[in-house]
């Protein structure tokens, strides 16, 4: 049992640092992001597309003439057209997924701040705070997705940022709690 802890707990650290970097990439590099996965989506669709209808229409291949395969090829291929020609839509699809995401970082962060109350400091207070932050400002971005995708890539990489750096903080206070307590 104790193995599984620390194995959770090395993920919630690792989880914590990638949201730190990943924040600050975000909040310094946002066109290029949101433009880059964007059409790397697009082009990963298209090439799925493409591949349908090459087994599709390959002489002496499994899939030959199966109008399943056919049916996906073509689908594929209209939605990498719809994502080449509505980036901005489709970039607002994931604004609110991605607020959705920090909503839910923001509430288990908030219920595991006030499971440190016990504390003797107040550093649970501050997580409290930062997370319920966190999840309003996912709330701010689901109620407002077609905003500049741009500023939604920068608040995004400023919270997710903050979120990492609260679950450190979690994390730091939670080992400082163990220590004492076997102590």
Not at 109 to 131: F, H
């Amino acid at each position: 049992m104790e193995s599984f802890v620390k194995m959770v707990r090395s993920n919630i650290v690792v989880q914590a640092v990638l949201f730190l970097a990943l924040g600050l990439f975000l909040i310094f590099m946002p066109g290029v992001t949101v433009t880059t996965v964007i059409y790397l989506m697009g082009a990963l669709l298209g090439l799925s597309g493409v591949a349908s209808l090459v087994s599709y229409f390959r002489p002496n291949g499994p899939h030959t003439r199966e109008p399943g395969v056919l049916m996906t090829g073509v689908f594929l291929l209209v939605c990498a057209l719809i994502v080449f020609l509505f980036p901005q839509v489709i970039a607002s699809f994931f604004s609110v997924a991605l607020g959705i995401v920090l909503v839910l970082c923001g509430v288990v962060n908030a219920v595991r701040a006030v499971e440190l109350r016990g504390l003797d400091s107040y550093s649970w207070i501050v997580a409290l705070v930062i997370s319920v932050l966190i999840a309003i400002g996912g709330v701010v971005i689901i109620w407002n997705p077609f905003e500049s995708t741009v500023t939604f890539i920068m608040v995004l990489g400023v919270l997710l940022a903050v979120n990492g750096a609260a679950d450190l903080l979690i994390e730091w206070r939670s080992r400082e709690e163990l220590k004492h307590a076997h102590a």
